[in-house]
């Protein structure tokens, strides 16, 4: 039996059916994920890092997210390969996860895309600027941002904790320390608000660092903008440990430096 031109056009149309169903992006990763920002600082430069998490638990906390990553001076790609299996497992449930060091930016817009698994592929733009870096995805399909935008340190920026038993001697302990920053030469800045991901800053220009305490050991946040030596603020925690030697107090800069009164000589 001769075959009709409309018997012939059927299987083409059935093969390019299923080459249409095939070519539809689809997460192979296996779950949605949520990305987040870090900017490491150090003395002598800052890299940016962008750390991904799943929405969905794993039996072992230290699965990894395979991944691959280029950057160039107009574009990054990272892809989101597989979850990996742990040769050991740390027997606790969690997400997988993903580090990648995108290492130090010039301060421009980048044109961003992240693929998860063989085909979804997100695409946006990262900006980079001397006071932030800033996240717009223009399809976000798989994606939670944590934080679009996170701000830079200021680099004249002084942060940490003090901590006391005595609340009774808290105002005394809270007014000599302000007066010993200010004989160092720090202000009282009132900074942008934003999540500068060692802190928080409030609308009213506030430190809101996440603090760990318990009822028997108080702990305060605060923030300066400080523009001394490193010899100053070790003034400063050499002072607090000539009046009180139960305070506990604890600097950060913006080189990187940490200072804790505990261990000076």
């Known amino acids: 039996m001769k075959a009709t031109p409309f018997a012939l056009l059927i299987p083409l149309l059935l093969m390019f059916a299923c080459e249409g169903e095939q070519a539809v992006p689809s997460n192979t990763l296996g779950s949605e994920i949520e990305l987040s920002m870090t900017e490491y600082i150090d003395a002598d430069q800052r890299s940016l890092s962008f750390k991904f998490l799943t929405l969905k638990d794993f039996p072992c906390i230290n699965y990894r997210i395979k991944h691959d990553m280029v950057v160039d001076q107009q574009a990054i790609k990272i892809v989101l390969e597989e979850v990996e299996v742990s040769d050991v497992c740390l027997d606790a449930i969690g997400p997988a996860s993903a580090f990648v060091d995108l290492g130090m930016l010039d301060e421009k817009e980048y044109d961003l895309q992240i693929q998860m698994g063989s085909s979804l592929i997100n695409h946006g733009t990262l900006s980079v600027s001397k006071d932030a870096y800033e996240l717009n995805l223009l399809e976000s399909e798989g994606i939670e941002l944590a934080v679009p935008k996170l701000n830079r340190i200021p680099a004249q920026a002084v942060w940490g904790t003090i901590k006391y038993t005595d609340e009774e001697r808290h105002k005394k302990v809270a007014a000599y320390f302000e007066e010993a920053m200010d004989i160092a030469g720090a202000t009282d800045k009132k900074f942008s608000e ?39 603020l070790l003034q400063v925690l050499q002072r607090i440990n000539s009046r009180y030697n139960d305070v506990q107090l604890r600097f950060y800069n913006a080189q990187g430096e940490e200072f804790r009164n505990w261990n000076l000589n």
Do not use: C, H
């Open 194 to 232: 934003g999540d500068y991901g060692y802190f928080k800053v409030s609308s009213e220009g506030k430190i809101t660092q996440p603090i760990e305490g318990n009822e028997a050991v108080k702990e305060q946040a605060f923030l300066f903008d400080f523009a001394g030596k490193t010899e100053d």
